[in-house]
């Protein structure tokens, strides 16, 4: 059956720190998203990639980055990890056109200290 | 821009009270799409339905029904009968089609249902 991982699905690391998080998809969809989850914020869209090469800003994508070289991979990358980037995150994936819902992964809970 | 907005922030019913959670969004778009997501408390985000904006017929799976009005541009979940196990949180979530496929989340409904 098709499906998307995360990992790991918990982290901690200290403030500074670069940290990757995978995301690897096999329903061979060509978009993918990342989420993050915080109390009273609901999910906000941080990146987004629409296929091979193509990545584009959220709302929340200071101080995240994402490249998308297959179709199956969308790994987000902390740059210099903050407190302010504690939170659980999610990574989706759906079909081209809008028209269909978003798969997700089971999240990454990240804690920065 | 796309918005949604779920005003309540959390809802407490006992069980087998019927419970309405509501969901307003704002697009300029004709052709949208409208989804509701659930999370229990396990963490994982489930999908429950996906509705486009041609077609305003409501919608009921079991317990679940869904009321999706243009003119007020609200697609409101209701929950009959309620039971603990519906315990969790909600998302309404919008995408747009002609200008990209980005889905846009409101900020979930936490709903407790006391047994």
């Known amino acids: 059956d098709a499906e998307i991982t995360q990992s790991p699905r918990h982290k901690i690391t200290e403030t500074g720190r670069q940290v990757t998080l995978a995301c690897h998809q096999t329903?061979?969809?060509?978009?993918m998203f990342w989420y993050r989850q915080d109390l009273g914020h609901g999910l906000r869209l941080i990146h987004y990639?629409?296929?091979?090469?193509?990545?584009n800003k959220g709302e929340v994508s200071d101080g995240y980055s994402v490249s998308r070289s297959n179709t199956e991979d969308l790994p987000l990358t902390l740059e210099s990890a903050a407190s302010s980037q504690t939170s659980v995150y999610f990574c989706?994936?759906?079909?081209?056109?809008?028209?269909?819902?978003?798969?997700f992964g089971q999240g990454t809970r990240l804690t920065v200290v | 821009a796309q918005k949604v907005t779920q005003a309540q922030t959390e809802i407490s019913v006992v069980e087998k009270e019927d419970v309405t959670l509501d969901c307003v969004y704002e697009?300029?778009?004709?052709?949208?799409?409208l989804f509701w997501y659930k999370q229990p408390p396990s963490g994982e985000l489930v999908f429950l339905i996906r509705?486009?904006?041609?077609?305003?017929q409501n919608e009921i799976s079991g317990r679940y029904s869904w009321n999706f009005q243009k003119s007020t541009s609200s697609f409101n979940f209701t929950i009959t009968a309620s039971q603990v196990v519906d315990s969790a949180v909600y998302f309404c979530?919008?995408?747009?089609?002609?200008?990209?496929?980005?889905?846009?989340f409101g900020k979930g409904t936490r709903l407790h249902i006391l047994p």
């Open positions: 990639s629409y296929g091979v090469h193509d990545t």
């Open positions: 989706a994936s759906s079909e081209s056109g809008g028209d269909t819902e978003a798969f």
């Open positions: 509705r486009n904006s041609f077609d305003e």
């Open positions: 979530a919008l995408s747009e089609r002609g200008r990209d496929d980005k889905i846009i």
């Open positions: 697009t300029r778009d004709t052709t949208y799409y």
């Open positions: 329903w061979n969809h060509n978009n």
